[in-house]
């Protein structure tokens, strides 16, 4: 039997399993949807037993469709939501509450006091973050101040805080595991990404315990062995990364330069910067790639990356919540059947903004609407926006590096969008290209893994077996693209909010700036 990788893909809105060969091929999948919760405005959230429930179902039913066993499987891969936050009981393993999702703008009063006390500039230098309710570090804070028995459990030595990786270990080993991933530590702010260590000061500010973090391991490396009384038998966790980081390396973007964008409930884009961190003067993110190999010495990848919070989520509250239409697939027809959006613009600030504004206050606003305007115009306008945040940071990924990307590699759900890659080429003026296999996530934490254990050589042989299924060439030049991102006000909230101005004083309302 060939080498059979397991790739447990734990996303926001589902849960996955993917089988692949060792020609990346995929033998068997089974996917389990999983919710949110909105309790009050702004906040989000998930419960964990149903995130390891929906996994676990989806690691049987693969399985069970491929007639194979834990045993069968040469090595598990394990890619996730990165900054979404569980709280558990070490002797227990029962979960504090919910899982605060990345979402989640419930610690925001937290950063602002960060902020004010100029914290967020120590913050910025060590973890290359900026200060935003979307990473772990303030959930892990809210948590202990307003969970019941939280920190009475942190100060017995009985609080195990750690992201969905660290979870699916803990259960996958039946809770002897407590580890997480170099890529998705670096999503905490409580991570120094220079010294590859928790931060003892930040840690100090934040005041988390360090003993209730998880150990942090490489990205390719065998962690642990899966419990084998659970699947039919052990077989090693040897590769992890977070979703955007597994996508990148999936997408065998192994060189500095080279950038990837996932279109998924948010927007992610990625760039390789090599082996130094570049710390951005332009909103984005300094993250952690990926680290190869089992030694903590191991050379560490860096990484610049761009999150846009919602975009596939977009056209998900288009048909669920303004019943535009009944599938997602009818987007691409209907944009393509108006000749532009009408002189609607879309800001799909339903949680803030991410890069580079990174506003946690500004809310989502359609403006620019006139008798003329029918549900194809918005529909345009959204995947519209969704491309325009999108070329917002890939413009300051060239700023901050100094080159120019020459091209954006593709995936996600909304990747399928024929006319959104288009449009997006056009935006960009550079070639946007989709691969074969869209799944470049799980496949990204299959690589990781089988490198691991030998099913791979080398990343040479891994980028080998990437394909390439269609190129979008930009149609339009230079100037025009530049024009359009001038004209047009999808990810401009100033000018949006200059529009709803301007239309409040239309209609004789009183509106106070500032």
Request: hydrophobic share 40%.
């Amino acid at each position: 039997m060939s080498h059979i990788i397991m790739a447990l893909d734990q996303g926001t809105t589902s849960s996955r399993t993917i089988l692949f060969d060792e020609n990346g091929k995929i033998i068997a999948e089974a996917n389990a949807a999983l919710d949110c919760h909105y309790p009050q405005s702004g906040w989000v959230e998930q419960v964990p037993e149903d995130i390891w429930n929906s996994q676990r179902q989806t690691i049987e039913a693969a399985l069970s469709q491929a007639r194979l066993t834990m045993k069968d499987i040469s090595a598990v891969g394990i890619t996730n939501q990165r900054e979404s936050t569980i709280a558990w009981n070490r002797e227990s393993g029962e979960a504090l509450g919910p899982a605060i999702n990345w979402q989640c703008r419930r610690t925001t009063d937290f950063c602002e006091e960060l902020k004010s006390e100029g914290f967020d500039s120590l913050l910025r230098k060590r973890t290359g973050l900026v200060t935003d309710p979307y990473f772990s570090g303030t959930k892990m804070r809210w948590i202990l101040d307003n969970v019941p028995q939280a920190r009475k459990l942190a100060d017995q030595g009985k609080l195990c805080f750690g992201t969905v990786d660290s979870w699916l270990i803990w259960k996958l080993t039946g809770g002897r595991v407590h580890a997480t991933e170099i890529s998705n530590a670096s999503r905490t702010l409580v991570f120094n990404i220079k010294t590859c260590q928790w931060d003892a000061e930040i840690l100090t500010r934040f005041g988390i315990p360090p003993e209730t973090l998880p150990e942090v391991k490489p990205s390719s490396g065998v962690i642990a062995m899966v419990n084998p009384e659970l699947f039919g038998g052990e077989a090693p966790i040897a590769g992890v990364a977070g979703d955007q980081q597994a996508a990148l390396f999936g997408q065998a973007c192994f060189e500095p330069g080279m950038a990837k964008n996932t279109y998924g409930t948010g927007c992610f884009m990625i760039s390789n910067t090599g082996s130094e961190p570049v710390f951005s003067k332009h909103g984005l993110l300094t993250t952690i790639a990926w680290q190869i190999g089992d030694s903590p010495n191991s050379e560490v990848t860096y990484a610049l990356e761009g999150s846009v919070f919602i975009a596939g989520a977009l056209i998900q509250w288009l048909r669920d919540g303004l019943q535009l239409f009944e599938d997602a697939a009818e987007t691409q027809a209907m944009a393509e059947s108006v000749a532009d959006s009408g002189g609607v613009f879309v800001v799909p600030a339903f949680v803030g903004l991410g890069a580079p504004h990174w506003d946690p206050y500004a809310r989502g606003t359609i403006v620019g609407l006139t008798r003329d305007t029918n549900r194809s115009h918005i529909v345009r306008a959204s995947l519209e926006a969704i491309a325009f945040q999108s070329a917002e940071v890939l413009r300051s990924i060239a700023k901050d590096t100094g080159t120019n990307i020459k091209e954006l590699r593709i995936d996600g759900g909304a990747a399928a969008n024929n006319f959104l890659c288009q449009f997006q080429a056009d935006l960009l003026g550079l070639n946007v290209t989709r691969p074969k296999i869209l799944e470049t996530t799980a496949m990204g934490a299959a690589f990781l893994a089988g490198l691991a254990v030998g099913v791979w050589k080398d990343q040479a042989q891994i980028g080998q077996l990437w394909q390439e299924e269609k190129t979008f060439s930009a149609n339009i030049s230079t100037e025009i693209a530049d024009q359009k991102m001038g004209d047009m006000n999808a990810v401009d909230v100033e000018g949006a909010m200059q529009m709803v101005m301007g239309s409040a004083r239309a209609m004789g309302l009183e509106v106070v700036e500032g």
